[in-house]
């Protein structure tokens, strides 16, 4: 499989909001669900480190300015793609989440190694940890739909 690195625009395929509203819904129920019991900033994070690696523009659009708009400072935004020599920029918890965010999302190894999963068990309790889990899947599927259909970020 390879990835293209072309720079042509890309139109939209189609609209999977109109055409498949019973999904588009039960992700909208799913997303809602899995960052109930999250940290606001701890889910943004996630779902643009996610976006990131999916190299979803839309997502990515949609979760920057979600997460400004909720005091996120530039700083964190923009080195958000190389938050592990960052420092103490992102705490533990965030570090741990990130990680794990990674892990699930690129799965190179077929698994999510196991330091990974452990070190973001011991920042999140069980029901943290499980909504966590929900939430970094939740992004990938939104981020597989938006660049399946080539959805267009919005013109300012």
């Known amino acids: 499989m390879t990835t293209a690195t ?5 139109t939209a395929r189609l609209d999977f909001d ?16 899995a960052n109930k019991h999250l940290d606001p900033v701890v889910a943004e994070l996630v779902k643009i480190r996610a976006s990131q690696l999916n190299h979803c ?7 920057t300015r979600d997460a400004r708009a909720q005091g996120e400072s530039e700083q964190r935004v923009n080195l958000l793609p190389a938050w592990p020599e960052t420092g ?8 741990a989440a990130l990680a794990l965010t ?41 981020n597989r739909i938006a660049v399946t259909t080539r959805k267009q970020v919005p013109q300012q």
């Open 18 to 33: 109109k055409l498949a509203p019973a999904a588009h819904q039960a992700m909208i129920t799913l997303d809602a669900a």
């Open 102 to 142: 990674e892990a699930v999302t690129v799965l190179t190894d077929g698994f999510v190694p196991d330091d990974v999963y452990a070190r973001a068990a011991e920042h999140f309790d069980e029901t943290e940890l499980a909504h966590l889990i929900a939430a970094i899947l939740t992004i990938n599927a939104w």
């Open 6 to 10: 072309t720079t042509q625009q890309h």
């Open 57 to 63: 523009a839309y997502c990515l659009d949609m979760h």
């Open 88 to 95: 103490r920029l992102f705490t533990e918890r965030e570090r």
